[in-house]
Each structure stands twice: as structure tokens, then as C-alpha cells.
């Protein structure tokens, strides 16, 4: 099992900055690749950014490309979201995602692990 938690949520204003936390624990040396989904109130839980545990490549969703960086510390099994540029549309609760295999990156159902999610709200 693993056990994922999230930090670092909250309210910032439109152009601001956030980065988000997702410290693991349990069995992590089995997780080959970790994300960060998000889900707006009446919408779909969407890809935002996953990292490869082992050599560290990175995948965005084409909205957030330019504005996120996804980043990982193995020492600290902690992988972390950086946010800049914020815009409203990027309010939502934003979860952490873990899994031991090789599918699809930003397909929710290729993961095996979520957090309990954070709230990030941005306004204008």
C-alpha cells in the first residue's frame, strides 16, 4: 500500500503562485510514476501533470503547459506542483496520484494511489 498526502492548497489571486505538496509513504519504491489531477465543482477529474520516478520525465496537459512545473525528490518521496500564472479556471481540488504501471499518463484509471486532495481556489 501506499499513502499519499497533499499540502500547500489555498486562496491566491489571479497571476499569483502556489505549489502543492504530495509527500508518500508505504511501499513507494514500487510507484514508477506519480500526477496531479484536478476536479472543478460539476466537472470531470482531469489530468494536470504526472513525473517518471525513474529518470524524472515530465507530461503536462496542454492548459497548464508553461505555467506548471511537476518535480520530484526521491530522498523525500515527496513530488511537488508548481503553479504560477494562476487563472480562475485553475480553481479546483487538486489530487495526487500514484501507480506501479505503465499505462496511460493521464488516465485517472492507470493510478492506484490518491490523496484526499487540496483545495485550490484563484480569483479574479
Request: glycine residues 12%.
Amino acid at each position: 500500500q501506499v499513502q499519499l498526502v497533499e499540502s500547500g492548497g489555498g486562496l491566491v489571486q489571479a497571476g499569483g503562485s502556489l505549489r502543492l505538496s504530495c509527500s508518500a509513504s508505504g511501499r513507494t519504491f514500487s510507484m514508477s510514476r506519480m500526477g496531479w489531477f484536478r476536479q472543478a465543482p460539476g466537472k470531470e477529474r482531469e489530468f494536470v501533470a504526472a513525473i517518471r520516478r525513474i529518470d524524472g520525465n515530465t507530461y503536462y496537459a496542454d492548459s497548464v503547459a508553461g505555467r506548471f512545473t511537476i518535480s520530484r525528490d526521491n530522498a523525500k518521496n515527496t513530488v511537488y506542483l508548481q503553479m504560477n500564472s494562476l487563472k480562475p479556471e485553475d480553481t479546483a481540488v487538486y489530487y495526487c496520484a500514484a501507480t506501479g504501471s505503465l499505462g496511460s499518463y493521464e488516465s485517472f484509471g492507470s493510478y492506484d494511489y490518491w490523496g484526499q486532495g487540496t483545495q485550490v481556489t484563484v480569483s479574479s
